[in-house]
């Protein structure tokens, strides 16, 4: 079954530093891979994705990713954090041929000055 | 200019009574889902519709029935509310659901069960 971990629960990081968030995936083909914000009282805004091709993926705000098959990972990166960036933060595998989108369960970045 | 709205943004209600929760997109997607983030913010689809027609149905108590007037609304009825209900509810929609376009989210409706 399709299934998408975040292993780090809450994240705190000084702003400034950079950051990198975990994800991985299981899936039975290539997947289609996203990442989204949410803000508080918000709704989710899509960061970025990964359909084919390049596996480093830029998205808005600075932020990356990076696809690894053979880790089956798409961890989000950013070199530098700035204070707006604290939210929460969602991996996403989509399931092709589908509508559906399966989340992983968040991480919350917290960014301190 | 809003892409996705829902109304409204919070509702608190009573054990057992009926709820309608709206939704519209002003982008011409042609899908359209609800999605439940319980209170450890896990993100659940409930159920998807595609140009009025449901896709979607996620084994959700059929004490929630979506209803679909056209392909820009899709609103979520829910009956005899229970305190296990209480959560974050999204509207989402993408342009062609199948080839997995990225879903824009409304900003979600809090329902408290009281």
């Known amino acids: 079954a399709q299934s998408v971990t975040q292993p780090d629960i809450h994240i705190t990081v000084s702003e400034g530093a950079s950051l990198e968030l975990r994800c991985n995936y299981s899936?039975?083909?290539?997947?289609?891979l996203f990442w989204y914000v949410q803000s508080p009282g918000q709704g989710l805004q899509l960061l970025l994705k990964?359909?084919?091709?390049?596996?480093l993926v830029q998205g808005i705000k600075g932020f990356e990713a990076e696809f690894k098959r053979s880790q089956s990972s798409f961890n989000l990166r950013k070199p530098s954090v700035h204070w707006s960036d604290a939210a929460e933060y969602f991996c996403?595998?989509?399931?092709?041929?589908?509508?559906?989108?399966?989340f992983g369960t968040g991480t919350r970045l917290q960014v301190f000055p | 200019d809003t892409a996705v709205s829902q109304t409204p943004k919070y509702l608190v209600t009573q054990m057992g009574n009926d709820k309608s929760i709206k939704c519209e997109q002003n982008?011409?997607?042609?899908?359209m889902y609800w999605y439940k983030q319980d209170s450890k913010k896990f993100l659940k689809i409930m159920f998807s519709?595609?140009?009025?027609?449901?896709?979607i149905n996620e084994t959700v108590p059929n004490r929630f029935s979506p209803k679909s007037p056209d392909k820009a609304h899709l609103n979520l009825h829910i009956n005899s509310l229970e305190l296990g209900d209480s959560a974050v509810y999204f509207c989402?929609?993408?342009?062609?659901?199948?080839?997995?376009?990225?879903?824009?989210f409304g900003d979600g409706t809090r329902l408290s069960i009281l």
């Open positions: 989402a929609s993408s342009p062609q659901g199948l080839d997995n376009q990225p879903q824009h």
């Open positions: 899936y039975g083909a290539t997947p289609y």
């Open positions: 990964y359909f084919s091709g390049d596996t």
């Open positions: 996403a595998v989509g399931v092709r041929n589908t509508d559906k989108l399966i």
């Open positions: 982008l011409g997607h042609d899908t």
């Open positions: 519709y595609n140009n009025k027609e449901l896709i």
